[in-house]
């Protein structure tokens, strides 16, 4: 008897030969490959899955910056350092650590807008 708490039985294994595979995926032309194979079985009554996105990312570009940015940067090094003199009160709030305070602030919001919108979301939405 099914189980009511799974949305799909279990899949089914097929062996294939190396040949057989290499056929199949050829004839699929960009369709996954399970996809293709309920295709050819099933013709036009085949069900359609839903499916996650491959990706989340919309913008693969921004994403690039965001992480050379983070690369390139000292950030989370000088963080570190910054709430370790800040725990044991060691930290002296001079106008150079106020501007290296802005300065990195504005760095981390300008990466956080890039990574939203890099993942297609507004900078300014819901967190």
Do not use: W
């Not at 085949?46 to 990706?55: H, L, Y």
């Not at 002296?92 to 802005?102: I, Y």
Request: charged share 25%; aromatic share 4%.
């Amino acid at each position: 008897m099914p189980s009511d708490s799974k949305k799909y039985p279990p899949p089914f294994s097929l062996r294939l030969t190396f040949e057989e595979r290499a056929r199949l995926e050829r004839d699929a032309v960009g369709m996954a490959l399970g996809e293709y194979i309920r295709s050819r079985l099933f013709g036009e009554d085949v069900s359609p899955r839903r499916t996650r996105g491959k990706s989340p990312v919309k913008d693969h570009e921004a994403l690039a910056r965001v992480l050379a940015a983070l690369g390139a940067s000292r950030l989370p090094s000088n963080l570190n350092q910054l709430a370790r003199a800040a725990n044991t009160g060691s930290l002296p709030v001079t106008p150079d650590t106020e501007t290296a305070l802005t300065e990195a602030c504005e760095t981390i919001t300008a990466m956080r807008a890039e990574l939203l919108q890099a993942l297609g979301m507004e900078p300014g939405g819901p967190e």
